[in-house]
């Protein structure tokens, strides 16, 4: 089956840097690739998606990125602030958003 | 408003005692799921739902029970809760593929202690 990594497991930056994180899948038939946003103690929220027929896509300070070939995604937040400070998940779909499989998760603290 | 809900919050339970989680979504959502999230090894799936009367194990069903008698209803069962079952769990739902939204709405979650 389909299996999701996930790095940095923990991230620190200083706040108007930028942030990657990267994600790593191992089925080339996986088609869409969301992150998810998880504030401490709340429910995972979808930040940004992105399928298998785009390269890149991008809202406000945030993209993603995805390179099929090599079979890996990333995230880019730019000018980070404090509230982005959260555990980011990254996920892969074989079935367009259901079955998903979920990256370990990405500790981001931005220091002010 | 649109959402998925979860009851209860929170849970304390004892080894060995039965215990349902109810998880339901207003959004006629066909597709239903229940993750586990551990510290460090992110969301797991449990078990999911594509439709009404249709269910399937996800990675790590062991322990677990689901049932879909209505589209909106999807609860979780433990039959015999052990601490391993100690975990944060969220339920979540969405549209079946093919539709152009596919996000999956999370529940608030239900932290469960099972001692």
């Known amino acids: 089956g389909e299996n999701v990594e996930q790095h940095p497991s923990t991230l620190s930056v200083q706040e108007g840097d930028s942030a990657v994180i990267k994600c790593t899948y191992s089925?080339?038939?996986?088609?869409?690739f969301p992150w998810y946003k998880q504030e401490l103690g709340k429910r995972p929220q979808l930040i940004i998606d992105?399928?298998?027929?785009?390269g890149e896509k991008k809202d406000q300070r945030i993209a993603v990125t995805l390179n099929k070939t090599a079979k890996h995604f990333s995230l880019h937040i730019t000018e980070t602030q404090p509230e982005d400070s959260a555990v980011y998940f990254c996920?892969?779909?074989?079935?367009?958003?259901?079955?998903?499989?979920f990256g370990a998760g990405t500790i981001l603290r931005v220091k002010s | 408003e649109a959402q998925v809900t979860q009851n209860p919050r929170y849970l304390i339970t004892v080894t060995g005692k039965k215990l349902t989680v109810t998880c339901s979504q207003n959004?006629?959502?066909?597709?239903m799921s229940w993750y586990r999230q551990d510290p460090g090894l992110g969301l797991r799936q449990i078990y999911y739902?594509?439709?009404?009367?249709?269910?399937d194990k996800g990675d790590v069903p062991e322990g677990y029970k689901v049932s879909r008698k209505e589209k909106r209803n999807f609860p979780l069962i433990l039959e015999s809760p052990s601490p391993n079952q100690t975990s944060l769990y969220f339920c979540?739902?969405?549209?079946?593929?093919?539709?152009?939204?596919?996000?999956?709405?999370f529940g608030p979650g239900t932290r469960l202690t099972v001692l």
């Open positions: 739902s594509m439709n009404v009367e249709v269910t």
């Open positions: 996920a892969a779909s074989i079935e367009y958003g259901n079955k998903l499989v």
């Open positions: 089925d080339s038939a996986s088609n869409y």
């Open positions: 959004m006629n959502h066909e597709y």
């Open positions: 979540a739902s969405s549209f079946t593929s093919g539709k152009i939204d596919n996000e999956q709405f």
């Open positions: 992105i399928r298998s027929n785009v």
